[in-house]
C-alpha cells in the first residue's frame, strides 16, 4: 500500500524566516497532495493543495512543489508569522484513500 | 454551521464497555471517512463509506470496531469492549464524490478509556 514518510517531525524557525518541509511516497498513481494544519486540540484544515498535472501553487505565503519522477512533494512558507506555529500533515491519494504522513511540529520564535 | 459534526466532543469510559460516536457530514458530500489520530502522530486510515456502502475497512480495525451509515447521511462508529489501547482521537471526515478533493475534517471525538 501507499507509504508517505514527512521531514523533519520538529522545526523551529525565527521569524519573518522561511519553513520547508517535505514529503515522499511511494504510489506513482497517486494523485492529489494536500496539506493540512492542525492547531492544539483543533481539526486538520486544508491549506493548500496541488495536482499531479501542476508542479507548483503558490497561494500568498504558502506554496508546494511536486516532482513526479522523484515522488516527492514539499510545503514552503516564506515570512513565517507565530501563528503559524502548528502541526502541519501532508497527504497523499489516488483514488478515495487519503494517507498521512507523520507530521511536522512547526515553532515560529517571536 | 454546515461543517461536519461530531458528538460526543470527549468520552471517558471504562475498559470493557462499548462506546458509540456519531459524524454528521456536510450535507452534500457523499463520501465519509473515519480516521484515528494519536498523540504526536497523522491521522491513520479507520474506514471510508460512499454514501450508505462501507467500500473499504483498515486492517487497523479489529472485530470490535464496527461502523454504519444507514441512509447514506450520518454515519456512527462502535467499539466494543474498550481496551486502553483505544484511547484516541477519532476523526470524522467527508468530501464530494470526483478524485482530487479535499477532506473535511469534524473536531473529532477524543476517547478515553481507563
Known amino acids: 500500500g501507499e507509504n508517505v514518510e514527512q521531514h523533519p517531525s520538529t522545526l523551529s524557525v525565527q521569524e519573518g524566516d522561511s519553513a520547508v518541509i517535505k514529503c515522499t511516497y511511494s504510489?506513482?498513481?497517486?494523485?492529489?497532495f494536500p496539506w493540512y494544519k492542525q492547531e492544539l486540540g483543533k481539526r486538520p484544515q486544508l491549506i493548500i493543495d496541488?495536482?499531479?498535472?501542476?508542479g507548483e501553487k503558490k497561494d500568498q505565503r504558502i506554496a508546494v512543489t511536486l516532482n513526479k519522477t522523484a515522488k516527492h512533494f514539499s510545503l514552503h512558507i516564506t515570512e513565517t508569522q507565530p501563528e503559524d506555529s502548528a502541526v502541519y500533515f501532508c497527504a497523499v491519494t489516488g483514488t478515495y484513500k487519503y494517507i498521512f504522513g507523520t507530521g511536522t511540529r512547526l515553532k515560529v520564535l517571536a | 454551521d454546515t461543517g461536519v459534526s461530531q458528538d460526543p466532543r470527549h468520552k471517558i469510559t471504562k475498559r470493557g464497555q462499548n462506546v458509540t460516536f456519531r459524524c454528521d457530514p456536510i450535507?452534500?458530500?457523499?463520501?465519509l471517512y473515519w480516521y484515528r489520530q494519536t498523540l504526536g502522530q497523522g491521522p491513520e486510515f479507520l474506514t471510508y463509506?460512499?454514501?450508505?456502502?462501507?467500500?473499504?475497512k483498515s486492517r487497523l480495525l479489529s472485530d470490535r470496531f464496527s461502523a454504519e451509515r444507514p441512509k447514506g447521511s450520518f454515519s456512527t462508529l462502535e467499539i466494543q469492549r474498550t481496551e486502553q489501547g483505544d484511547s484516541a482521537m477519532y476523526l470524522c471526515?467527508?468530501?464530494?464524490?470526483?478524485?482530487?478533493?479535499?477532506?473535511?475534517f469534524g473536531n473529532g471525538t477524543r476517547l478515553t478509556v481507563t
Open positions: 496541488i495536482r499531479s498535472n501542476v
Open positions: 504510489d506513482s498513481a497517486s494523485n492529489y
Open positions: 471526515a467527508s468530501s464530494l464524490p470526483g478524485q482530487g478533493l479535499s477532506l473535511h
Open positions: 463509506f460512499q454514501n450508505e456502502a462501507q467500500l473499504e
Open positions: 450535507s452534500e458530500h457523499n463520501r
